[in-house]
């Protein structure tokens, strides 16, 4: 995996990630935080996969968007349900 410098920006728009199987997409992201997508018409619990211990799964309504907090240093790669 590839690592990178820390930014304040938002995940760049069209960004090339891993696919993301699933409901939860991984959306844009900043020190600290990351939104989830929602996709599909259910809820579902969802998290982010990061370097070391991921963070806790979130609850996130049909086709809305959850932020989860991050610790510092993480960058997220992409959003699964859990």
Known sequence: MAAGTASS????????RAPE???AKLGAYGP??????NVC????SASVE????DPSCIQIGPGGV???GLDAGDEPYYAYEC
Do not use: L, S
């Open 66 to 68: 959850g932020r989860i």
């Open 50 to 53: 990061v370097d070391g211990w």
């Open 32 to 37: 600290g935080w990351a939104d989830i997508h």
């Open 21 to 23: 199987p699933g409901c």
């Open 9 to 16: 920006a938002p995940a760049a728009a069209g960004a090339v």
């Open 41 to 44: 018409g259910h809820t579902i």
